[in-house]
Structure formats: structure tokens, C-alpha cells
């Protein structure tokens, strides 16, 4: 029974690189998801949503904050988030939860706010502002090695090497192909397995009738791709559909600059801990077999999804809890001969939603078509809670749709950027011969167009998606789509100008002090 006397309890689910039509819930022919699929069975499935960025920072501090890119100014692992900026987390605890992080959010500290010599300025991932750690996992795993350790699993590999084939680190070599051997943990030693067995047990610890806000920061799907039996034979490498691509990755190369680098960059050793070459040669058999490890880890996650309704449910909390579960980007996954994020195509962006509110089962099962975005988010939860979103956030509440309705005025495009400059060492910079304030670009995606602008001079993209689904023919030099091609760049000079900072923007000094709204203060009267 939904208790109306308190406040629901928070729980926030990302995975990392999950893709959006990785869901037997969305209509995907091969990978199951039973668990995921029963929660949108009680929830909402926002079909059409998709990331702000990527990669892993530049993409969660959309979904924290609520702020676009351009905003947030996140542009690349290890960029700081300015400490002006508020965040989900900073949100629920002034309305009294204390939010509870058992993961990672891959957030780099304002360095403006430490100590020169402060050993948090090594390192891209920090804490999310707002957050109490119960239990960090940062991408060295260190917490879960010396859980492994503890269960008898020989755990000396370290990280990567643990995520190796077992046969593989044994015989300490690799002939280059892909397998889908097993790892030495099991199913139940897991990142994934591990992080839910020590959520349930705070969950155990919790006050009965005090709501808590808890966020699990899953790292599958991501790399590397390799995960244990059952599911590194449950799909094979044959299933799925074609691969979204030109004939031979030259020709993707051939169709634009940025993808010639970017097919260039891409290492095998990225993806499989020991391989050697560019995944662009990697070759239709061995992204098959990744495909398939792929599938297999979305289904172990699924699995650990499982646990924690069970859980939730044990607690006599499922009916008190609003659950979220998303991905902060996605994978190409063998599209255009590439894996990983980045860019500007569908399959890097386009993530996964299910919102369940159990005050709200009017729309249960329901799903929803229009463009939906990470920045959504923050002002959804906030929505939820009962509060009014800060009017300088650029997302929206997606609370009209949990009620089973339509908001006014909806966004009639997704949008996202993608920044690819190299701050460390300058090799974009140099390779395309501009500053890093041009090394970006800005996509707008309708329905039937996707237009994509890209800074320091390289040519735009144009595709016509209903003629071009798998996005290969760009045809913003062809007379007969000038018009779109100048409506779409129109469209995205507006989108920026309407969400340019309004941290301040949205207040004014009067004679009788300050109307309007300034960000992180109280609100003026107007």
C-alpha cells in the first residue's frame, strides 16, 4: 500500500553503455530482460531518450545536474564540474534524505575549492557533491578484488587482467581473437553481483518509515566485454541484426574527417584487456562473439536488477519507491566498424528510461515516443519530490507522462554534443589543425532529420533517417536539402541560445532588490 503521510524513497539505477534498443521491452529481438521489462511493466518506457555527452563525465554531469553541456561545461573525463553548479543529490539532501552512492559518478572535483597538493585532483572519479559513499567502486575495483580475494578467487591478475579470459591469464598470452571464455568470478562475483549484495544489506540497516534516497552506478555493460557462464553463451554471435554500416570501414572513413580520426583512434586493447590492433580490422566474426558478450552483460546486469526488486519488496518498500533506471551513453557495438562512445550517431546516445512512481499507475505499461533527454532527469526526481525546479535547469518534468498525459509545448528534437579535445596532450588539436574550443559539435535529431554542426570548420552532417536509418549517406551538400539543412541549423542556433548559462540570467537588481531567480539561492519574490 502507497503510504501518502511521507516522503517515497529514491532509487536511481545507471549502467554504463547500455544501449537504448537493448530491451525486450523496447522490441528487441535477441537480448532478455525480463526484470527491466518488469519494471516498465509497472512504470514508463521513454522509447525515444538519449544522452546529453559522452563520454562517462561529460554524460552524468547532464544527468546530475540537469544542465546541458554547454552549461555544465563537462566536456571530457576528468573536466571539474564547476562547484556553482547544484546536482540531484545536493537537491534531495536539503530536502532531507541522505543520498547514498554505491558505485561511481565519475565526477572530477573544482579544483578552484582544493588544496594544490589535494590527491583528489589525480583523479577523474571523484564523488558527486551531495553524496555519502557507502560503497565506492572506481575503475580499478580495488573494493571488489579484495572481495574476491575474501571468497578464495585468485585475484592477483588485478585490474584489467581479471576481466581476461581465465585460460587466457593462465597461459598469460592471447593469439588476437575474441572468445567467449569465462572469467574466474562467477555470476554471483560480479562488479554488478557485488555492488547489489551490499546495497541490499544498507537496505537491511534502513529505519522502517524513513525514506532513503540510494543510487546504484552499474559499470556494466562497459567494457571490457567479457562476463561468466551462464550468459557468456547465452546469445551467439550470429544473433542480432545486420550492423549499421558502410561496406568496408573505409568507406565510413572516406565520408568524413571526423570519423577518418576517430576509426584511427579506436584500440582493440580498450575492449579486450591483452589484444593488439585497431578495432576497425577487427573483423565481422570477432565483433559477432563481442556482440554476444555484450548481450550476455546486459542480461547479468538484468539479473542483478532482479536482486534488488526482490529486495526492495523483502523491505516492504517497493510501493514507497520511485525507481529510475538508465545508462549515462551507449555502445556502437560494431556500428560503422566501431565499439565505444563518441560521435554524433544514434548508437552512442540513444539510452535506456523506465521511471516507476507507485503513486502514479495510471501509465503503468504504458511507453512514450517523444524525444526525451538525460537532463530530464534531475527535474523529474525534483518534480516528484514535490519540488519546483530550478528555472535555470534545462531539462524538463517528465511527470506528465507518469500521469498518463502530455506535457505542453514538448521538445520536438533530441540534442546533444560531443566535445573530442585532447586538453592532456593536444593530439586533436593537432590533427585537425584547431584550438580545443573547436575540437565539438552539436547534434539536433527529429524524427526524420539529424543535423550535426561541428566546430573549427569541418564540414556538417545531414541524414535523412527515413531513407537512411543506418545513417551512411549525408546529404547536406545536395541542392534538394538545403532547406532542411538550414531550418535544422536555425533550429540548433536557437536551441543554444535559449539554454546559454541562465544562472543569473534569469534574475535583475532593482530598486527593490533582487526579482527573479538566481541559481543555488532561494527564490526572489517576481
Same mark, same amino acid.
Given at each position: ?74 566536456? #571530457? ?10 546536482? $540531484? ?22 579544483? #578552484? ?32 578484488? +579484495? ?8 585475484? +592477483?591478475?588485478?585490474?584489467?587482467? $581479471? ?5 587466457? $591469464?593462465?597461459? !598469460? ?8 571464455? *569465462? ?24 529505519? #522502517? ?58 584500440? #582493440? ?20 562473439? $563481442? ?25 516492504? !518498500? ?15 557495438m560494431g556500428d560503422h566498424f566501431m565499439l565505444g562512445k563518441g560521435g ?177 539561492? *532561494?527564490?526572489?519574490?517576481?
Amino acid at each position: 500500500m502507497v503510504r501518502k503521510d511521507r516522503r517515497p524513497n529514491v532509487l536511481l539505477i545507471t549502467c554504463d553503455q547500455w544501449r537504448g534498443d537493448c530491451l525486450s521491452a523496447a522490441g528487441h529481438k535477441v537480448v532478455r530482460t525480463p526484470n527491466a521489462d518488469a519494471l516498465a511493466a509497472e512504470g514508463v518506457l521513454f522509447r525515444q531518450h538519449f544522452g546529453g555527452a559522452a563520454p562517462c563525465s561529460p554524460a552524468r554531469a547532464c544527468l546530475y545536474t540537469g544542465l546541458y553541456q554547454m552549461n555544465n561545461r563537462v566536456c #571530457r573525463n576528468g573536466t571539474p564540474l564547476d562547484a556553482r553548479h547544484g546536482n $540531484i543529490a545536493l537537491s534531495a539532501r536539503s530536502l532531507g534524505y541522505d543520498p547514498t552512492l554505491f558505485g561511481y559518478t565519475d565526477v572530477s572535483p573544482d579544483p #578552484r575549492m582544493l588544496a594544490p597538493g589535494d590527491p583528489r585532483l589525480k583523479s577523474y572519479e571523484g564523488v558527486l557533491p551531495g553524496f555519502t559513499v557507502r560503497q565506492l567502486l572506481p575503475e580499478h575495483q580495488k573494493p571488489w578484488l +579484495s572481495w574476491l580475494k575474501a571468497r578464495g578467487i585468485d585475484s +592477483s591478475a588485478g585490474f584489467p587482467d $581479471i576481466h581476461r579470459p581465465a585460460d587466457e $591469464i593462465v597461459a !598469460a598470452t592471447t593469439d588476437g581473437a575474441v572468445t567467449t571464455s *569465462p572469467p574466474v568470478y562467477s555470476k554471483d562475483e560480479t562488479p554488478a553481483a557485488f555492488l547489489t549484495g551490499e546495497f541490499v544489506r544498507w537496505l537491511g540497516e534502513q529505519e #522502517r518509515g524513513t525514506p532513503w534516497f540510494a543510487h546504484l552506478s552499474f559499470l556494466s555493460p562497459h567494457p571490457p566485454f567479457i562476463v561468466p557462464e551462464p550468459y557468456n553463451s547465452m546469445y551467439g554471435p550470429a544473433d542480432g541484426t545486420a550492423f549499421r554500416r558502410a561496406a568496408n570501414w573505409q568507406a565510413e572513413a572516406q565520408s568524413h574527417p571526423y570519423l577518418a580520426y576517430e576509426l584511427d583512434q579506436q584500440q #582493440r586493447a580498450n575492449f579486450r584487456p591483452g589484444a593488439e590492433g585497431k578495432v576497425r580490422d577487427w573483423g565481422d566474426d570477432n565483433f559477432g562473439r $563481442i556482440r554476444a558478450l555484450y548481450y550476455g552483460m546486459i542480461s547479468e546486469v538484468d539479473a542483478q536488477l532482479g536482486r534488488i526488486w526482490q529486495a526492495v519488496k523483502a523491505a516492504d !518498500a517497493w510501493d514507497d519507491t520511485i525507481v529510475v533506471l538508465t545508462s549515462d551513453h551507449a555502445e556502437m557495438m560494431g556500428d560503422h566498424f566501431m565499439l565505444g562512445k563518441g560521435g554524433f550517431f544514434d548508437g552512442s546516445f540513444h539510452i535506456p528510461l523506465i521511471i516507476r512512481d507507485p503513486r502514479r499507475r495510471k501509465a503503468a505499461g504504458a511507453s512514450v515516443d517523444r524525444f526525451t533527454e538525460a537532463v530530464d532527469i534531475a527535474p523529474t526526481l525534483l518534480d516528484l519530490l514535490g519540488e519546483v525546479s530550478p528555472p535555470h535547469l534545462d531539462g524538463q518534468s517528465l511527470k506528465p507522462f507518469l500521469d498518463a498525459g502530455e506535457p505542453g509545448n514538448w521538445r520536438g528534437a533530441a540534442h546533444w554534443e560531443f566535445d573530442f579535445r585532447s586538453v592532456a596532450d593536444g593530439h586533436a588539436e593537432r590533427h585537425f589543425g584547431v584550438g580545443p574550443r573547436q575540437c565539438n559539435l552539436a547534434v539536433i535529431r527529429t524524427k526524420q532529420f539529424k543535423y550535426v554542426h561541428f566546430g573549427g570548420g569541418l564540414p556538417p552532417l545531414l541524414f535523412d533517417l527515413e531513407q537512411d536509418r543506418n545513417e551512411l549517406t549525408n546529404v547536406a551538400a545536395d541542392p534538394t536539402y538545403l532547406p532542411v539543412r538550414l531550418e535544422l541549423a536555425e533550429r540548433l542556433l536557437a536551441w543554444r541560445a535559449e539554454h546559454l548559462d541562465q544562472s543569473l540570467a534569469l534574475a535583475e537588481l532593482t530598486e527593490d532588490g533582487v526579482v527573479g531567480h538566481v541559481a543555488g539561492l *532561494p527564490p526572489f519574490p517576481s
